[in-house]
């Protein structure tokens, strides 16, 4: 079964920095993408960043500069480090993995992690 832990998750003034961890069950060179994804109250969930198993990288326009995905392949992990954190970044913070269709199958997600950013 394909599980994912996320963790990190912090309060942090205006312009501080954090780093949050996707642990995943499997080997993430199963996954075909692995991505974060953030919902603030009342908001919905957007996509935030993603990286491919060949290692290119997407992000939302209002985080790139700031924020930065990455991966340990041995470690079956997945970080987003994020810098000068802004208000607008506070939410709840989730990581999936959407299967690359022969090992893994279908979309998983993580229980998320809470992000909130004080001005």
């Known amino acids: 079964q394909v599980q994912l832990v996320e963790s990190g998750g912090d309060l942090v003034q205006a312009g501080g920095s954090l780093r949050l961890s996707c642990t995943i069950s499997v080997s993430i060179l199963s996954a075909s993408a692995i991505m974060w994804h953030r919902q603030a109250p009342g908001k919905q969930r957007e996509l935030v960043a993603a990286i491919a198993t060949g290692g290119s990288t997407n992000y939302a326009d209002s985080v790139k500069g700031r924020f930065t995905i990455s991966r340990d392949n041995a470690k079956n992990t997945v970080y987003l480090q994020m810098n000068s954190l802004k208000p607008e970044d506070t939410g709840v913070y989730y990581c999936?993995?959407?299967?690359?269709?022969?090992?893994?199958?279908?979309?998983?997600w993580g229980q998320g992690t809470q992000v909130t950013v004080s001005s």
């Open positions: 999936n993995l959407i299967g690359d269709g022969l090992r893994i199958r279908g979309r998983y």
